[in-house]
């Protein structure tokens, strides 16, 4: 697409629209749980597996000094604990604490639902469509970054 394309525009704006009301409404769901989003997704993918620092970092995006910052919060929170591996004593391992399981929980439940509501506005193959598009944005932003 042309960069002086007048969609592309239209698009550009939309976009920046959309995500931010996305990160928006994630605020608003998990600071009744004492979170932030960035929180929020870190605590996911501890619970997917991801339990070392660098590789939060890299799937974040995210500078380790913040993400340093993230962790320390959710470690005197008690929802997690770090450690050093056991497979390689340079690295730290992180784990969900039981509290941090709980949360968690609470706050998949909080997102499923407003997914619902924002769902039930659209028709079944809507929905099929547009995870269609969204699989083949994030592969698009994959492949581009």
């Known amino acids: 697409m042309d960069k002086n394309d007048p969609l592309l525009e239209k698009m550009d704006e939309d976009f920046f629209l959309f995500l931010w009301g996305v990160k928006d409404s994630a605020a608003r769901l998990f600071k009744p749980l004492g979170l932030r989003p960035e929180q929020a997704f870190i605590i996911e993918m501890i619970s997917r ?21 993230h962790l320390s919060r959710l470690e005197d929170a008690g929802l ?8 390689d004593r340079r690295r730290t391992r992180l784990k969900l604490t039981g509290k941090g399981e709980k949360l968690l929980e609470r706050a998949r439940e909080s997102w499923r639902l407003y997914t619902a509501r924002v769902l039930s506005l659209f028709e079944p193959e809507e929905i099929d469509t547009l995870r269609s598009f969204l699989a083949r944005l994030l592969k698009a932003q994959e492949e581009l970054l």
Request: no cysteine; aromatic share 0%; charged share 25%.
């Open 80 to 87: 997690i604990e770090r450690a050093l591996d056991p497979d």
């Open 49 to 69: 597996g991801l339990n070392h620092p660098k590789a939060i970092s890299e799937a974040m995006q995210l500078d380790p000094s913040l993400l340093s910052h």
